[in-house]
């Protein structure tokens, strides 16, 4: 590899390490923060607030006796509390806790009524949802919510006659009347094979029939990251007008082509800025949505449609914008557990599990889309790890949780010989799947 190229590569890696670093230390400074603050309403002192493991490399004392501190290892984070044998919060500190009285006690982790403990444990995934549902409503402002009936606010460039302008008020489509976007989504999967389709549309207080592209053509919205698409360097805006010699008229056209492919090459004619090119790409197993629910095992090379227009938005109230964030993040977890069962049953890969290096890519990609597209990916990845941090295992805030449950139920806490067994089963498990999601980054395609 000559000199040139190899700076761009390793300007690339840099690039994508350090948007992941970034990414990843929201979520955890969110994430320990939850912890900590709500240990401290609760009553319980924190002696370190820490972003990253080993050496310090910044750190200062606040006023409560808190040191907060950078270190060098920045791939996760902690808070150590009074009283703690560790930064996992796992055990006691035993000789520490001999030398507190009763009142001292009070303010350690392991020393505080149960209620303070769940509380402060729970708040950890509690604000990484939270932050998810205010990032996903400050999108909601940013890019604002689609007005009803549906209006053109812009017009991509496409290789077929479109008589439709900017402004335009779709009323009806092919026939159908469509006052609002459900309709218009119920339109888009019936109507024919065909290039051009009749509009019914108001234009500047006239009711006017135009010609126009069928609602879903096979244009790139936006290209999925790690996948077959994104290593061809198709662009969004580019147009797919052919796939194995077939013309394409719609995006479900290109989709049933990939599909029916098997994973062998498919020969794609792309259209881009008024030129056409010849491409060959090879889909790639991915989970795609089953008819019955869940997912299935499919083929995809990597690409996401929609409509041929930007529709016109419209600034949500707040009310409406929590509401969307609140959706949105279910949405991320609902997604979660039907592709976490879809895997158990077998109908989809396990090498849909990132390690570091996936999510690392996903995450440089992300940022290299945009602003937006890198704040929604840290709303998303804020979603799951919360939501990974409620499993009920040992070392995780979940498995915590349950033995506070135990205690709750039985009034008294597991004995420290469950204690220690359960968190090395837990310890195994976590470093596992690590390993597991690290050796799909690596060999799964």
Same mark, same amino acid.
């Given at each position: ?7 761009? $590569?390793?300007?690339? &890696? ?13 979520? /955890? !400074? ?28 910044? $750190?200062?004392? %606040? ?11 920045? !791939? ?21 806790? $001999? ?29 990484? &949802?939270?932050?998810? #549902? ?17 209006? #053109? ?8 006659? +479109? ?6 008020? #779709? ?9 609002? !976007? ?12 065909? =290039? ?5 549309? $108001?234009? %500047? ?10 609602? #879903? ?13 994104? =290593?061809?360097? @198709? ?12 013309? @394409?008229?719609?995006?479900?056209? @290109? ?11 498919? %020969? ?53 914008? @929590? ?8 949405? /991320? ?20 599990? +990132? ?47 349950? !033995? ?11 004995? %420290? ?29």
């Amino acid at each position: 590899m000559e000199f040139p190229a190899l700076l761009v $590569s390793f300007g690339s &890696f840099l690039y994508t390490v350090v948007t992941f670093v970034v990414a990843l230390s929201i979520i /955890v !400074f969110v994430h320990e923060f939850g912890h900590y603050i709500v240990g401290r309403w609760s009553g319980i002192r924190a002696e370190v607030f820490s972003i990253g493991f080993g050496p310090k490399v910044w $750190s200062r004392m %606040d006023k409560r006796g808190t040191r907060w501190q950078l270190a060098a290892l920045p !791939f996760g984070g902690y808070v150590k509390f009074l009283g703690d044998a560790n930064a996992s919060s796992a055990g006691a500190d035993e000789q520490t806790m $001999s030398h507190l009285s009763d009142e001292e006690k009070r303010h350690t982790l392991h020393g505080a009524p149960l209620w303070a403990r769940a509380a402060t444990v729970f708040a950890g995934p509690a604000f990484n &949802f939270l932050l998810s #549902i205010v990032v996903f409503a400050g999108l909601g402002f940013s890019t604002g919510i689609v007005t009803e009936p549906p209006s #053109i606010a812009k017009l991509p460039a496409l290789p077929v006659v +479109n008589e439709l302008q900017p402004g335009d008020v #779709i009323l009806s489509v092919n026939g159908t009347a469509t006052p609002d !976007f459900e309709a218009l989504g119920d339109v888009a999967n019936t109507l024919p094979e065909a =290039d051009q389709i009749p509009y019914e549309v $108001s234009r %500047d207080g006239r009711t006017l029939t135009v010609t126009g592209p069928t609602l #879903i053509p096979p244009l790139i919205g936006s290209i999925i990251p790690l996948s077959a698409a994104e =290593d061809a360097g @198709l662009k969004e805006g580019d147009v797919i007008t052919a796939a194995n010699g077939r013309a @394409l008229a719609r995006f479900d056209d @290109l989709r049933d082509e990939v599909m029916k492919s098997e994973g062998a090459p498919v %020969d794609l004619t792309v259209w881009r800025d008024g030129a056409t090119f010849d491409t060959t790409l090879t889909p790639r197993e991915r989970p795609v949505e089953a008819e019955g629910g869940g997912f299935e095992t499919g083929y995809q090379i990597g690409i996401a449609g929609g409509t041929f227009f930007t529709p016109t938005t419209r600034m949500p109230g707040p009310v409406e914008a @929590l509401t969307g964030g609140v959706r949105a993040t279910w949405g /991320v977890i609902d997604n979660t557990f039907t592709a976490i069962g879809s895997m158990i049953a077998g109908s989809i890969s396990t090498c849909n599990i +990132n390690g570091p290096i996936g999510m690392a890519k996903v995450t440089g990609t992300a940022a290299t889309a945009g602003l937006v597209a890198f704040i929604g990916l840290i709303a998303g990845l804020s979603t799951a790890i919360g939501l990974v941090n409620l499993f009920p295992i040992p070392v995780l805030d979940g498995g915590h949780l349950v !033995f506070h449950a135990y205690e709750w139920a039985f009034g008294r806490p597991p004995s %420290d010989r469950v204690m220690n067994a359960a968190m090395g089963i837990g310890l195994a498990l976590v470093l596992g799947l690590m390993l597991f999601g690290l050796t799909n980054d690596l060999f799964c395609q």
